[in-house]
């Protein structure tokens, strides 16, 4: 049975100057002591900028400090409050209650990302896979050893990747993904893309090596361009995009 | 797979209804790829009757002139003619063609992979099995 709490009984802090409310369904889950997870549900005073977080901050300061939630910048930048708001992943920040055209507003973990409490996930995979495309710069000259010497790039030769280095590590696109929901090796749209994101500088020479580390049974081969990672990438990174192109390499299509 | 993976599991996968046309595209790609690996175990078991002479053989076709067949053979048009165009789509877009090119992307950060080719493409696809099952049912129930 889910607990109802509403801002308007309490003695609030701040004066609550909406007319507006929304039902808000927080998961709460500890997988330390609990079988499974169970909705929390709080009536929510919003304005036509309240974003999800703000509104589960709410719900921290007045009646449940304890629900588990991470956040850092509130500006869709640091990548932190990625979760499922009804049913489709985004960062908590970036979403405005308005914007959902909903009455009840529900926020879960983001899927498949193992749960550390409640809302917030483990990121430990998504690191890792990430650090396994290489996602830095190869060269052998790497080390500037003079003034007199840099890595130039034309403004064209930048915008090959720029799109790609946008990335905030959120993990939303591989929340969403449909490899990722069931094929727990598969190396992810967000690794993938920032593959391609190395793959395009024209001062990197690891093309080679990261193609190999990608062509393998887990690797870009299980992307089926469903296209969903790039639906709700909150940074217009297109992983999708990127990973087709470093298909076709692969394929022989691009060179 | 464990519990603690927190996977959306097949029923995540298959769920066509959150990500648009494409997610759509994708779900009945791999529907009709299955439909269409069963139709040809099913065809295989139908064309060994041969070796029981001309009455098994007739006996078994014998199945495919019935309602049920006619309509199990129409469902095997529109597999066959979705997958066949959709997968062109795919093909293309798996080897970089059609998906866009990369530039500094501007709110509301609407992705240049799901482009209206590739949309035009996918609902080509269901026009086209729809299309060519209409006429399948035609054909057949108009004998």
Redesign the interface.
């Known amino acids: 049975m889910a607990q109802v709490s509403s801002i308007a009984n309490e003695q609030t802090s701040t004066p609550v100057s909406s007319s507006k409310s929304v039902m808000l369904r927080i998961s709460r889950y500890n997988?330390e002591h609990d079988d499974s997870s169970k909705f929390m549900e709080f009536n929510v005073p919003y304005e036509k900028w309240t974003t999800v977080l703000e509104a589960i901050l709410e719900v921290k300061k007045h009646f449940d400090h304890s629900v588990a939630v991470r956040y850092s910048c509130r500006q869709a930048t640091c990548g932190s409050c990625g979760m499922m708001i009804n049913?489709?992943p985004r960062l908590a920040c970036f979403t405005k209650i308005s914007e959902l055209d909903s009455d009840v507003v529900t926020v879960e973990?983001m899927?498949?990302?193992?749960?550390i409490r409640d809302l917030a996930?483990k990121f430990e995979r998504l690191f890792d896979t990430h650090q396994k495309i290489k996602p830095y710069l190869i060269r052998d000259d790497t080390e500037l050893e003079t003034d007199e010497r840099e890595f130039l790039q034309s403004p064209k030769e930048l915008?090959?990747?720029?799109?790609?280095a946008?990335c905030i590590k959120c993990g939303l696109c591989n929340?969403?993904c449909?490899?990722?929901?069931?094929d727990?090796s598969f190396v992810g749209p967000q690794a993938l893309a920032q593959a391609y994101r190395y793959v395009?500088d024209s001062r990197d020479k690891g093309k080679d090596s990261r193609l190999k580390i990608i062509d393998e049974s887990h690797g870009i081969w299980r992307c089926?361009?469903?296209?969903?990672c790039?639906?709700?990438?909150?940074?217009?990174?297109?992983p999708?995009?990127?990973i087709?192109?470093l298909?076709?390499y692969l394929?022989g299509?691009?060179s | 797979m464990t519990k603690d993976e927190h996977k959306a599991g097949i029923g995540g996968m298959a769920n066509p209804t959150r990500y648009g046309i494409e997610r759509v595209a994708y779900w009945l790609m791999r529907l009709t790829g299955l439909g269409l690996l069963a139709y040809f175990v099913a065809h295989i078991y139908e064309t060994s009757n041969i070796l029981r002479g001309q009455v098994g053989w007739d006996e078994f076709l014998a199945l495919t002139q019935t309602t049920e067949g006619h309509i199990f053979l129409a469902l095997v048009i529109a597999m066959c003619v979705f997958h066949t165009v959709n997968g062109i789509r795919v093909m293309l877009g798996h080897g970089g063609i059609g998906v866009g090119t990369p530039a500094r992307p501007d709110y509301p950060y609407d992705p240049a992979s799901q482009n209206y080719r590739h949309k035009i493409g996918i609902y080509s696809a269901i026009l086209l099995a729809a299309i060519a099952t209409m006429y399948g049912l035609a054909v057949m129930f108009g004998e």
């Open positions: 997988p049913g489709k973990p899927n498949n990302f193992p749960i996930v915008e090959q990747y720029i799109q790609f946008n929340s969403a449909p490899t990722m929901a069931t727990s395009a089926h361009f469903a296209g969903s790039s639906q709700v990438c909150p940074k217009g990174v297109d999708a995009m990127g087709q192109f298909r076709g394929l299509f691009r």
